[in-house]
């Protein structure tokens, strides 16, 4: 099983942009959350959210291309590797998100980007972030707008879940991590 140790070596070797590693950290927070709620092992899923986009930063135009081997080379579990190839589904694989793993991958990976963008604009960052805020932001497709909406709520819709609800439980797994993903906030109490 892929540990978040691992995954951290791993990425960390590859992914040297900001930005990158910021949502690196986020998927990492949003995917502990959700394994939370299906009772599911936390670490392990942070893990597969902090790899998520291994290829990502050598090979934009290829993500995803440039994965499964290498990660089975490195030694990372094929239901891991699956779950990492099952994210872009539709998009760059066809590898169609089937465990609530896979399911919850694809959804919030676009999701934590709304969540970051929002949390950047508030005095209190991501502290306090209310769900219903979130919403207006997700229904203004002008605000984060390289957030895919409809791939958020497919995911969604592949987990039975209100993408308000899977906001909530990504919004208060990424609070945790508040200050690693420089959503701390100044502290002024502005939702």
């Not at 900001?18 to 995917?31: G, P, Q």
């Amino acid at each position: 099983m892929l540990t978040l140790e691992r995954a951290k070596e791993l990425n960390d070797a590859v992914v040297t942009e900001e930005h990158l590693r910021i949502h690196a950290l986020n998927v990492m927070a949003a995917m502990g959350a959700m394994a939370e709620h299906f009772g599911e092992d936390r670490e392990h899923w942070m893990a597969v959210g902090y790899l998520h986009d291994y290829d990502y930063q050598q090979y934009p135009e290829e993500h995803l291309q440039h994965t499964e081997q290498p990660l089975l080379d490195a030694g990372v579990d094929p239901e891991d590797v699956r779950a990492i190839m099952a994210h872009g589904y539709g998009i760059c694989t066809d590898v169609e998100p089937l465990t609530n793993m896979e399911k919850s991958l694809f959804a919030v990976d676009e999701l934590t980007g709304i969540i970051q963008a929002y949390g950047r604009l508030r005095d209190d960052g991501i502290i306090g972030m209310q769900p219903k805020g979130f919403m207006k932001r997700f229904k203004d497709k002008r605000f984060a707008a390289k957030c895919d909406r409809e791939i958020i709520k497919k995911g969604c819709d592949m987990l039975g879940m209100e993408v308000r609800d899977v906001a909530e439980i990504c919004i208060r797994g990424m609070e945790e991590h508040a200050g690693e993903i420089g959503l701390a906030g100044s502290g002024a109490g502005q939702d």
